[in-house]
Each structure stands twice: as structure tokens, then as C-alpha cells.
């Protein structure tokens, strides 16, 4: 009888250092790293109308906007699920 192979589970950071080495991007999960799709024409240009209008809204404040190209911690320690993704209108505000 055949069982299923269960995925290795990697640490925050080798996923961090091999997303360096990465020509893709990659979404982690508690402990498990998931490819992610191209974005569309569509998607790019609304994902751009949206950054403009944050990013002017927010001219002067503490707050910054991210297209992406930049991984950022959605709950401290990860969110409940240890997720970690790439900015997309993502905007941290120091406080």
C-alpha cells in the first residue's frame, strides 16, 4: 500500500535565502512555500491605480506603500497560520 509523501517544512529563513536565489515568487505557510501565479495586464494596471492613490494620500505620513518585491510580516511572528507573502498595496505604518 502507497502513502503520501508529506512536504519537508522549511524555517523562516531558508525560505528568506532561497527567495534570494529565486527567479519566482513564493508565498510561506507555516513552514511550507508555495509558488505564485504571474500577475495579469489587468491586475497590474488596477494594482497600479491603487498604489498611486495610497501613495499620494500618504505623501508626509509615517506610512509607506509597497508594490511588491518586498516580504512583510502580516502579524508579528507570521499571522495565526505563520504566513509570510510579498507586498502587493501593502502599507506598514511605524509607530
Do not use: W
Not at 535565502?17 to 505564485?36: L, P
Not at 507570521?78 to 502599507?91: E, F, H, L, Q, Y
Request: glycine content about 8%; charged content about 25%; aromatic content about 6%.
Amino acid at each position: 500500500m502507497e502513502t503520501a509523501s508529506r512536504p519537508l517544512s522549511i524555517s523562516i529563513e531558508e525560505y528568506l535565502a532561497a527567495e534570494q536565489q529565486s527567479d519566482i515568487r513564493h508565498e510561506y505557510i507555516g513552514g511550507s512555500v508555495y509558488a505564485m501565479a504571474g500577475a495579469s495586464d489587468r491586475h497590474n494596471l488596477i494594482s497600479g491605480n491603487i498604489y498611486a492613490l495610497l501613495h499620494s494620500h500618504l505623501r508626509g505620513k509615517t506610512c509607506r506603500v509597497f508594490m511588491s518585491d518586498v516580504k512583510l510580516r502580516a502579524h508579528p511572528g507570521g499571522d495565526r497560520k505563520g504566513r509570510r507573502r510579498p507586498a502587493s498595496r501593502t502599507r506598514p505604518c511605524r509607530r
